[in-house]
T-cell receptor, first 113, second 111 residues
Framework: EAAVTQSPRNKVAVTGGKVTLSCNQT?????MYWYRQDTGHGLRLIHY???????EKGDIPDGYKASRPSQENFSLILELATPSQTSVYFC????????????FGSGTRLTVL | QQKVQQSPESLIVPEGAMTSLNCTFS??????FAWYRQHSGKAPKALMS????GEKEEGRFTIHLNKASLHFSLHIRDSQPSDSALYLC???????????FGTGTKLQVVP
């Protein structure tokens, strides 16, 4: 089964600080995705990538940047964290373009104080 | 923007019962339809998916798709307590670039 690893598992940040969430996948999947999960909202797409060097905006990109320096790694960057960004963040990878099984990491619980 | 909605929000069923979960979407040109299951505190995990109208069965799970009705569903036969989880439906648009998720149905199967 596809392996997707996120770090850190938990993070507490201060308002206005910079936060970087990391994701690594070892299955050579082209596509990677960042979602956030909040009660009542399900999973919402923040950014995604088709391969190294590419990033695309999802449905809720404001306040977030993404970086895909290699096939294996995909980062989510909060330059100026706000309390509204307190959430659980999931990274996922997939072989095809959207119409494929997504494999999720275990999530990062981010609290912004 | 495509809307994906699930019903009911939560459901309690007795062990051994048939469970039916629903998902509606707004774009009839959507091409991929999937169900994911998420146990408490865990990552979502893919259950089943379908591309075209009709039905697909895998063990106790059956997925139905009706594009004209903008509706697909998941049916769980002989529901077990281990099926208790959050169920998320996902739809990929015609361009197939990503999957958009519903808000989820929380299922509890009681012995």
């Amino acid at each position: 089964e596809a392996a997707v690893t996120q770090s850190p598992r938990n993070k507490v940040a201060v308002t206005g600080g910079k936060v970087t969430l990391s994701c690594n996948q070892t299955n050579n999947h082209n596509n990677m995705y960042w979602y956030r999960q909040d009660t009542g909202h399900g999973l919402r797409l923040i950014h995604y990538s088709y391969g190294a060097g590419s990033t695309e905006k999802g449905d809720i990109p404001d306040g977030y940047k993404a970086s895909r320096p290699s096939q294996e790694n995909f980062s989510l960057i909060l330059e100026l964290a706000t309390p509204s960004q307190t959430s659980v963040y999931f990274c996922a990878s997939g072989e095809g373009q959207g119409a494929e099984t997504l494999y999720f990491g275990s999530g990062t619980r981010l609290t912004v104080l | 923007q495509q809307k994906v909605q699930q019903s009911p929000e939560s459901l309690i069923v007795p062990e051994g019962a048939m469970t039916s979960l629903n998902c509606t979407f707004s774009d009839s040109a959507s091409q991929y339809f999937a169900w994911y299951r998420q146990h408490s505190g865990k990552a979502p995990k893919a259950l089943m998916s379908i591309f075209s109208n009709g039905e697909k069965e895998e063990g106790r799970f059956t997925i139905h798709l009706n594009k004209a009705s903008l509706h697909f569903s998941l049916h769980i036969r002989d529901s077990q307590p281990s099926d208790s989880a959050l169920y998320l439906c996902a739809v990929s648009p015609n361009s197939g670039t990503y999957q958009r998720f519903g808000t989820g149905t929380k299922l509890q199967v009681v012995p």
